[in-house]
């Protein structure tokens, strides 16, 4: 009797151990299938980007004032920003054309999470362009400029040896996003062009009174600080030093 008991429970040990270990839960919800019962709320990026756009990625998008169908932007993905409680920006980066006087573009949705999923309350499409060769600009969220996050942009190309980039901010309001200031100079190089005397330039934009100026600090063959005041909407350079740019 006592070897038939540790028998049995030899036995349920060995099927404990044989059982899978519990998963931890997934971020991207299930979708419903025929039959069963309705999936838990879709909250991942690709979830916004169908929601921002109204259809899955890829997506190409022509705006009203397009002169040929070549100055289309095809938006391939979406990246979520964080606003705020339950709001959220999903910003989009669109490909141009091949040519080298193509650009690209970016695309801003203003999405609201909600228990049964994303709702969009907002739509901006093609709202910074730049670069080449159809690229979109580059593009980071800075939290030290602005009062609220700021889409800081960075695009630029190179003509027959000269390299410059520039610089947009776009301020997330609650509202809406807004174009603070563009075409700030932050890169030159005109090594390309010149065997010798070549120049080079980097701006940083550095943060100072937030919701009233920022300075861009220039480094390399010019040495500047060039601060920028709120004037309205929009923030403008208070001095217009020499910088090099294409």
Request: charged share 20%; net charge negative.
């Amino acid at each position: 009797m006592i070897r038939t008991r540790l028998t049995l429970c030899t036995l349920a040990l060995v099927a404990a151990c044989q059982q899978p270990a519990e998963q931890p839960e997934a971020h991207v919800a299930p979708r419903a299938e025929t039959g069963t019962a309705a999936a838990t709320p879709a909250h991942s990026e690709a979830d916004a980007f169908q929601v921002a756009w109204g259809s899955a990625a890829p997506v190409t998008y022509r705006a009203p004032d397009a002169a040929t169908d070549d100055e289309a932007m095809t938006y391939s993905k979406g990246t979520l920003v964080p606003l705020g409680g339950d709001r959220f920006a999903l910003v989009s980066e669109g490909q141009g054309g091949e040519g080298h006087v193509s650009a690209g573009a970016l695309a801003i949705h203003y999405l609201t999470r909600t228990p049964a999923g994303f709702t969009r309350t907002g739509a901006w499409p093609n709202i910074v362009d730049g670069g080449t060769f159809g690229a979109p600009p580059e593009w980071t969220i800075r939290t030290d400029l602005t009062p609220a996050p700021a889409l800081v942009t960075k695009a630029g190309g190179t003509w027959q040896g000269y390299s410059c980039s520039w610089s947009n901010v776009v301020e997330l309001t609650p509202e809406r996003p807004i174009l603070r200031t563009d075409a700030i100079p932050v890169a030159y190089d005109d090594g390309g062009a010149k065997e010798d005397g070549a120049e080079e330039m980097e701006g940083e934009l550095t943060p100072d009174m937030k919701g009233r100026s920022f300075s861009v600090r220039y480094t390399g063959d010019r040495t500047e600080t060039v601060r920028y005041a709120l004037q309205g909407q929009r923030y403008e350079a208070m001095t217009s030093p020499d910088l090099l740019t294409c």
